[in-house]
């Protein structure tokens, strides 16, 4: 990572109390993520009613982000940001509060989950939105560099910590209620935290924007927006098609591939490391060649693709945990790199009045086809062998690559500030 860029980033106060809070809200995030299912199996001892509360927190997401990116667009994504936060502190610290008194119930789990993914579904593209208002555009890509890095840091070191606080609170035996609600109180002290801390931010004023015109009448605004813009448009529908291919095998059938060649639960253990660990050296390095990425966004993001496509492929091949744990690693920094790219690319293309509906639409996307993906993975592995399917995705992303770069403008495509646009 250049120091030209980083040294300047990290003296600003803005990007320093952003990077701060929200490092501490993602590692407080990860004892609830720990908490929540222990609590559903604790209570039920059953697969089914896990699944359902992941669902239900995921379901929301889903369906409310664009609204979400629309109420952020209109009423300041900062004054969202912070009422999700709000919200998030009020129902950990209720779900906390009743499991001291003894009220835990699946039903509660249930209304807890879905409630947090309600307040998500606001929050997450109000905190994507923010970043362009608050840092100089000539340091943005570092600073999205550093932010999605220090999350995914936070999904490495977080579980860990959790663990470990919740095994030292508990005595070492199995989870109990009292260990579960301390969990979810220090969630709940994090979001409060970083919401303090994100009320000492300062952000540019924006441009006068056109009049509201109704909720509804703003989002469609938002889609007409995307539409319009071709290259907006065309990269929207290429990413649906990565997620759809890459998603489910990395969710499905990894996991599968580490029971049926490797040594089960460790292996995939190895597996989803490097993975982790190969993401966040690529997001912490993409600020590496910045100049030359904007010139050449389209063909980077293509080419990349392409070798992840023979990456997968490869990996359908192995047969020790190190082979797969090598080529996770590599696709994860390729990963990694082009993330921090294209989050900085659409912040730098659409304006600041639109950009929490962009982003919503973006993170839609991927939010929607995760479980079609993983669902269509889990099918096919009833026909096919795990080799059979990394060999089949792979292809199919190498060959939605080759037909982007052949039948549309992706490859061409730069990365340019919103007021040169046409």
Known sequence: MSTTTQAPLLRNTNFRWLLGGGLVSMLGDQFSMLALPWLVLSLTNDSLSLGIAVALMGAPRAVLILLGGTIADRYSPRRVLLLSKYANAAILLA?????????????LAYAAALALGVASAFGIPAGTAIL???????VLQTANSLQMGARQLSLLAGPLLAALVLGAR??????????????FAIDALTFLFSAWTLRQ???????AATAAQGMWRDMAAGL?????DMALRSCYAYWAVVAFFVMGPLQVALPVLASERLHGAPALGLLMGAHGAGTLAGMLASSVGGAWLRRRFGATLLAVDAIVAILLMALGQIDTAWQGAALLAVTGLLGGYVQVAIFTWIQRRVAPAMLGRAMALFMGIFLGLAPLSAAAT???LRHLSVGELFCAGGALLLAAAIAAALLTDIARIASTDYTTQA
């Open 95 to 107: 779900l906390s509060g009743l499991l001291m008194l003894d009220q835990a119930s699946v039903a």
């Open 132 to 138: 362009p208002q608050a840092v100089p555009p000539q």
């Open 170 to 183: 508990d005595g070492g035996q199995q989870t109990g209620m009292a260990a579960l609600a301390a969990a």
């Open 201 to 207: 931010v300062s952000l540019r004023p924006l441009a």
């Open 224 to 228: 007409s927006m995307v539409w319009r």
């Open 378 to 380: 889990g099918a096919l």
